[in-house]
């Protein structure tokens, strides 16, 4: 099949006049270009404090407990004779959020690549629950349960911490081999783990409570590909695999209410293991000096094959037999996307783009029995196998007027079909523009308008779906539509050393065919920044910025014509500025960051009865960096940091709310992250 492929590519550039003979390259020398041959690199050692315990703060980062940490980070390349090399770059060694990438091989010959990462999710550090088995699949709790009501549980006694997040370690492995001019073959090899918990609830018809959720999960990724690069010819073939394995199918837990109809144990379903195959083949073909074509396509399927859980855990309920005893799900994708680029003149150039997306879902439908909250049977529910098809069209032209104006229009059209839902077809269709200009080589100004519309081939709610959907609904991915976006931006060098860039963004979404449901929406967004050279040694940068999202929707309590409106208003300010100094020149260099950030959001619920509003939630964010880095000599370096950050947040739904707040409701009792954390580090970097 190579020498079939290696064959097929040759005739193709041969015929394309890719085989004439060019320039003899072979005593051209580069004058400017430096190889440094050896070794190089640095490494930079030291220790580092963290004033207080936050989930919060070390989400990602790993600095989410109280006490010392090993500052080590390391960057090394080296250079032989003969194009070998290799390179080795590893940061954060002393956090659970730390990295390592390695690379090695010939240049122009093979390359060996060893990827390390590990990244902390940390959700929540002040969690309290009574049951036992946390992080494990069967949930129990202690003497004194069940209860009628939480007032009437021993959570004084019972209740114990539990931290909620997870920690991902990535391994990979890959290479690639260059066998002949123009060929490359790769093969990229990449194992996940993901172990924590996270939350989740369990219900039983009124009663329903906070659960722990044990995440023990696998996920292997492989793609190989062949790939050849000619002079007007380009392809690759490729194969992508991906396998998830999940070492627990199932979470039971105990009733913490006294139990009804026999519900004293419930079960939940955990992410079933699944695998996904895909075969990739792309092209590019230069038609000529000015328009360019490329084009691929991609087959893949999804399936799993998990065996069924019980209907219930309920001795007392018979739902009757299931289907069969697994799903037998499957999943066809087909992908494909062609693109025409042509430089029509040297002012003017054109834009054609197709894109294809395909998911047919191939699993067979059956009647499955139906238990609500494990005490009462329902009617037998069947699956709705849910597929869509997905065809793009883009045109556009970019034409530049002069040496500093430039203008583009377009027209894209986004038509989508889908099964087994509420909208057969939907079309989106947008006519934008833009142009950009400068005057005097000192303000340059940009300008861009959209304006869309989606309309869809009819609304009527899906057969089959219990209880049934108000015929006034319409979901807002598949209603009708009317969308305005634009922007503005000004650019302004007001002397050599300064700059001042404004800009603002607005859009709004008009549903004016939905009764009930999402109605309107708009988002709007100015901001500014202003960098200043104050001299040769010292320069401050700023920047500030308010966004501003709103929607509308409506509701119907009374399953007929709205009787209730809703109106979010969220805002979000931010406000920043750095300043860097060379204190003492090619010794010391000074700086600091400071970062300010507010949102707040605005929550009414109208019903013409005069109720009282939510509170407002709010967030505040303060974040302050101080650094330091003093040469000691020509290759070692002193460098110091200070770090404070403060946070604090709002939010009425968690907000004094304990495990025993609400009487039929048993809660972690989260609060809303707050935080003061101070972060002081000083290592000592040696470069060679």
């Known amino acids: 099949m190579l020498s079939a492929?290696?064959?097929?590519?040759?005739?193709?550039?041969?015929?394309?006049?890719?085989?004439?003979?060019?320039?003899?390259?072979?005593?051209?020398?580069c004058e400017s270009c430096k190889f440094v041959e050896g070794t190089s690199g640095s490494v930079n050692v030291g220790a580092g404090h963290v004033s207080d315990s936050s989930a919060k703060f070390g989400d990602y980062t790993g600095l989410d407990r109280k006490g010392g940490y090993f500052i080590g980070d390391a960057d090394v390349r080296s250079r032989g004779k003969d194009g070998a090399y290799w390179n080795l770059d590893a940061s954060n060694i002393g956090l659970d959020g730390r990295s390592l990438n390695a690379e090695g091989g010939q240049q122009g010959k093979y390359k060996l690549l060893l990827k390390y990462d590990q990244i902390p999710h940390f959700l929540t550090d002040n969690s309290q629950t009574p049951f036992s088995g946390n992080g494990g699949t069967t949930l129990t709790l202690p003497a004194g349960f069940p209860a009628g009501t939480t007032g009437l549980m021993p959570l004084a006694g019972t209740l114990q911490p539990v931290d909620i997040g997870t920690q991902r370690k990535r391994m990979g492995l890959g290479g690639s081999w260059l066998a002949m001019a123009g060929w490359e073959y790769a093969v990229n090899y990449r194992h996940e783990t993901r172990d924590g918990n996270k939350r989740t609830s369990g219900s039983f018809f009124a009663n329903a409570a906070n659960l722990v959720e044990p995440i023990s999960y696998d996920t292997d990724q492989v793609d190989a590909s062949v790939s050849y690069l000619g002079r007007r010819w380009q392809a690759k073939l490729a194969y992508y695999g991906s396998t998830f394995r999940n070492a627990n199918d199932s979470l039971t837990w105990q009733n913490p209410f006294t139990p009804l109809a026999g519900a004293g144990f419930g079960q939940l379903a955990l992410p079933p293991d699944n695998q996904f195959h895909q075969v990739l083949a792309s092209a590019g073909f230069q038609l000529s000096d000015r328009t360019r074509a490329t084009a691929d396509i991609a087959m893949g399927r999804m399936s799993q094959n998990e065996s069924f859980l019980a209907s219930t855990q309920n001795p007392f309920l018979a739902p009757g037999p299931l289907p069969g005893t697994s799903l037998n799900g499957r999943a066809d994708t087909l992908n494909a996307n062609l693109k025409l680029n042509s430089a029509v003149t040297d002012k003017l150039r054109l834009i054609a783009a197709y894109v294809h997306n395909d998911r047919d879902n191939r699993t067979s439908q059956a009647a499955y029995p139906s238990v609500a909250t494990d005490m009462f049977l329902g009617l037998p529910r069947t699956n709705l196998p849910y597929s869509f098809k997905q065809e793009k069209w883009n045109l556009s032209a970019e034409l530049k007027a002069t040496a500093k104006t430039r203008a583009a229009i377009g027209y894209d059209n986004d038509t989508q079909k889908r099964t087994f839902l509420e909208a057969d077809k939907t079309q989106d269709q947008t006519l934008w523009g833009k142009v950009s200009t400068g005057f005097m080589d000192k303000i340059d100004l940009s300008f861009r308008y959209a304006h869309?519309?989606?309309?869809n081939s009819g609304y009527q709610p899906v057969p089959g779906i219990a209880p049934p959907e108000n015929p006034l609904l319409r979901k807002y991915y598949m209603a009708n539509r009317t969308r305005d976006s634009g922007g503005l931006r000004a650019d302004f060098a007001v002397r050599e050393n300064v700059n001042i860039g404004l800009g603002v963004e607005s859009s709004k979404d008009q549903y004016t065919d939905s009764a009930i449901g999402l109605t309107g929406g708009s988002d709007f967004n100015v901001n500014g920044d202003v960098s200043v050279a104050i001299t040769p040694q010292t320069s401050l940068h700023l920047f500030a910025n308010r966004e501003v999202i709103k929607s509308k929707q409506a509701g119907s309590q009374a399953f007929a014509t709205p009787d209730w409106t809703g109106e979010n208003r969220d805002t979000v300010d931010s406000f920043g500025f750095g300043v860097r100094h060379?204190?003492?020149?090619?010794?010391?260099?000074?700086?600091a960051d400071y970062t300010m950030s507010r949102t707040e959001g605005e929550i009414k619920v109208l019903t013409g009865v005069g109720e009282p509003g939510f509170p407002n939630l709010s967030t505040t964010l303060d974040s302050l960096k101080l650094y330091a880095s003093y040469r000691v000599k020509e290759n070692l370096y002193v460098n110091a940091g200070y770090w404070y950050e403060r946070y604090d947040s709002k939010n009425w739904a968690l907000d004094g709310v304990g495990p025993g707040t609400i009487?039929?409701?048993l809660a972690f009792g989260d609060q809303p992250p707050r935080y003061k954390v101070n972060v002081v580090r000083v290592s000592m970097k040696y470069k060679f």
Not at 5 to 29: F, R, Y
Not at 452 to 455: D, K, L, P, Q
């Open 5 to 29: 492929l290696s064959g097929a590519a040759a005739a193709a550039d041969s015929a394309t006049g890719a085989d004439k003979a060019g320039p003899d390259i072979s005593e051209w020398k």
């Open 452 to 455: 869309g519309e989606r309309r």
């Open 582 to 591: 060379a204190a003492i020149k090619d010794k010391l260099d000074i700086g």
């Open 663 to 665: 009487p039929n409701f």
